[in-house]
């Protein structure tokens, strides 16, 4: 049974940055993808980036390239994803998902739709 479970949200003023980790157990990373995804209240999930561990390969949402970064600790099972710059609009409740890759499917790491796998969330307010 794969689980996930977020940490690291909190309260922080704009321009502020925060490190929110992903630990999961029951999966090996080599055959997932991970991803994080955001979602604001009255609004549909969105994804903010992703990693591929077959290759690899990071994915993020133009909204927050250059500001954050996805990456992980494979002896720890966690996925981290440091938020710099943060603004309002990065406001919401941040899930972590995980999905074996099968075959390669890169248009869809970042559509919440691909991954069945996902964690309890956590939430982020960024303050004007």
């Known amino acids: 049974e794969v689980q996930l479970v977020e940490s690291g949200g909190g309260l922080v003023q704009a321009g502020g940055s925060l490190r929110l980790s992903c630990a999961a157990s029951?999966?090996?990373?080599?055959?997932?993808?991970v991803g994080w995804f955001r979602q604001a209240p009255g609004t549909e999930r969105v994804g903010v980036s992703s990693i591929t561990f077959s290759d690899g390969k990071t994915y993020y949402a133009d909204s927050v390239k250059g500001r954050f970064t996805i990456s992980s600790d494979n002896a720890k099972n966690t996925v981290y994803l440091q938020m710099n710059s943060l603004k309002p609009e990065d406001t919401g409740v941040y899930y972590c998902?995980?999905?074996?890759?099968?075959?390669?499917?890169?248009?869809?790491?970042?559509?919440?739709?691909?991954?069945?796998?996902w964690g309890q969330g956590t939430q982020v307010t960024v303050s004007s």
């Open positions: 029951g999966i090996t990373f080599d055959d997932y993808a």
């Open positions: 998902a995980a999905e074996r890759v099968l075959y390669d499917s890169s248009g869809y790491y970042l559509e919440s739709f691909f991954f069945t796998s």
